[in-house]
Each structure stands twice: as C-alpha cells, then as structure tokens.
C-alpha cells in the first residue's frame, strides 16, 4: 500500500487529503476568485505535491525524490484544485451575472434561457 501511496496511509491521509487538500481547496477558490485561467490550476497544484513531498519526507521520513509518489500526491491535489476552482467559478459567473446564467448543479452554469412577454 505504501509503494501505491508513496507514503503510509495515515500520512497520505493526514497530510496529503487534510492539510494539502484543504490548501488545495483554497487555491481554487482563489484562482476562481481571481478570474485565473484553468492552466494555473495545475501549476499550483504541482508546487503544493512539491511541498507535499517535501513534508512527507522532512518529517515522516519519506522518500524525498519518489517520482510515483509526487506524481500521485499531485495528481490528487490537482483533482481537489480544479473541483474547487470549478465551483468557484459557477458560484461568481451565476452571481456576477445573474440576469445571463443560472446555476447547474455544484460545478456548472448555462446560459438563462430568455421568456418571451
């Protein structure tokens, strides 16, 4: 399971999922709030599996240069992030302009359809 992870289950629990993922969330909502464009998401979410690695290894003992582990643990951050900037940006599009877009279900908005008087 640890070769899987790259680290134990409770460190990529506590570590990955709860903190980093709890980072990871508020990145997204902040790009979202910023209007960044999509391709920032991943870049953020590379340099929090960075600091992920990093922490795995500085105090759990982990392997440091773990090429499947950076690449797991980023790649699940990177899941937070973007469900956390997709919901973010439906949130600010349907309120921002509330008279041209409604809401479709927690990650998307389409366009209001127009009622003829």
């Not at 999922?17 to 909502?29: A, I, S």
């Not at 919901?87 to 809401?103: F, I, S």
Request: aromatic share 16%; hydrophobic share 50%; charged share 15%.
């Amino acid at each position: 399971m640890e070769n899987l992870l790259g680290a134990s289950p409770g460190v990529f629990i506590g570590l990955t999922l709860v903190v980093f993922g709890g980072c990871g969330w508020l990145t997204g909502q902040s790009l979202a709030s910023g209007w960044k464009p999509l391709g920032a998401v991943f870049g953020y979410a590379a340099l929090l599996g960075a600091g992920d690695r990093f922490l795995v290894f500085g105090l759990f003992g982990g392997e440091l240069l773990s090429g499947w582990g950076y690449l797991f643990h980023t790649s699940v951050l990177a899941v937070i992030v973007w469900l956390s900037y997709s919901a973010g940006m439906a949130r600010r599009m349907v309120r921002q302009y509330p008279w041209l877009y409604e809401r479709i279900g927690l990650f998307g908005w389409r366009e209001r359809r127009r009622q003829l008087a």
